[in-house]
């Protein structure tokens, strides 16, 4: 059983503060990693793609793959509050997304 | 470029009724995922068509669902009679993945189910 964990959270930060958000997965097949924002009665948005070892950077995002680790992060620098939302880290072998419950980010002004 | 659409947004239907889902995927993306989002669960694969074939159903609950995606264009999903456990947010995600590339998927606003 493939599986996905990611603290349920809130993660709560203040405004302009670095938001960081982890996962683990199970399966080391996995080749390709996500991490979807999904505000409140919304749909997943996608918002960072990484596929091989090390950091990723685009904006205010960056990902982070450890494949020996089994652990995939993101780091949101200077956050808004509009990036209140739950975070979804999802993960893929060929094509299907394996999906954690997410983690709640709260960011106060 | 338009997203990925998805009707009804909503449907509220009573036990052993039929409800038909459909989706819209980007144009020109060959394959198209369905997911399903029940109540304190996470995101849960159901299936995957590549055009028009079933490339993977591994995750379909049982056989009152029913996928096509006939001339590889939209599909559809019927839950047919629906159960209280098929309540829930049904997703539909396209991606334009070609075989060794990144499979970024774009997910559809959902359709909320809500069997009563």
């Known amino acids: 059983q493939k599986e996905v964990e990611q603290n349920s959270g809130p993660l709560s930060v203040p405004e302009g503060a670095i938001a960081s958000l982890n996962c683990t997965y199970s399966?080391?097949?996995?080749?390709?990693f996500f991490w979807y924002r999904q505000y409140s009665g919304k749909s997943p948005e996608l918002i960072m793609s990484?596929?091989?070892?090390g950091d990723k950077e685009d904006g205010r995002f960056t990902a982070q793959l450890n494949k020996a680790s089994q652990y995939v992060s993101l780091l949101i620098r200077d956050s808004q509050p509009s990036d209140s939302a739950t975070y979804l880290c999802a993960v893929s072998g060929y094509s299907t997304l394996t999906f954690g419950k997410g983690t709640m980010l709260l960011v106060s002004p | 470029e338009a997203g990925v659409t998805q009707f009804p947004s909503h449907s509220v239907i009573e036990k052993g009724q039929t409800v038909t889902l459909r989706c819209d995927p980007i144009s020109g993306h060959d394959n198209l995922y369905w997911y399903r989002r029940v109540m304190g669960k996470e995101i849960k694969f159901l299936l995957h068509?590549?055009?028009?074939?079933?490339?993977?159903e591994s995750g379909m609950p049982n056989n009152r669902f029913l996928a096509e995606r006939t001339g590889g264009t939209y599909s559809t999903l019927k839950v047919q009679p629906a159960e209280l456990e098929d309540s829930g947010v049904y997703f539909c995600?396209?991606?334009?993945?070609?075989?060794?590339?990144?499979?970024?998927?774009?997910f559809g606003p959902g359709t909320r189910l809500t069997v009563t």
């Open positions: 995600a396209s991606s334009r993945r070609r075989r060794g590339e990144g499979g970024e998927q774009y």
């Open positions: 399966d080391r097949g996995s080749q390709s």
């Open positions: 990484i596929y091989s070892n």
């Open positions: 068509f590549v055009k028009e074939s079933k490339q993977d």
